[in-house]
Nanobody, 124 residues
């Protein structure tokens, strides 16, 4: 079992930056691919970014490419999402997820564990 706890959300003005963190429990973190997803009320949860077990492969949604960066520190059991040039449309709950495979994935149904989420609000 893996437990995920997100932090780092908050209120920021458009054009600003935030860094989200996701701390994972368990000794198997380093073998899992990780992902970030986001969701606004009334809409489906959508893919943001994913990273393979060793950080060698990353993929991003077109809407965040060039602005967001996913990274991980396996020694700290933590995955990060650096968000720059934030826009009001980035406002959402952001969720960290882990999958029991090393390969990164963009489909939320391929993930086995989820955090509770952290809220990001971008004001215009």
């Amino acid at each position: 079992q893996v437990q995920l706890v997100e932090s780092g959300g908050g209120l920021v003005q458009a054009g600003g930056s935030l860094r989200l963190s996701c701390a994972a429990s368990g000794r198997t973190f380093s073998s899992y691919a990780m992902g970030w997803f986001r969701q606004v009320p009334g809409k489906e949860r959508e893919f943001v970014a994913t990273i393979s077990w060793n950080g060698g492969n990353t993929y991003y949604a077109d809407s965040v490419k060039g602005r967001f960066t996913i990274s991980r520190d396996n020694a700290k059991n933590t995955v990060y999402l650096q968000m720059n040039s934030l826009k009001p449309e980035d406002t959402a709950g952001y969720y960290c997820a882990a999958r029991r495979f090393a390969v990164a994935a963009v489909n939320l149904y391929e993930y086995d564990y989820w955090g509770q989420g952290t809220l990001v609000t971008v004001s215009s």
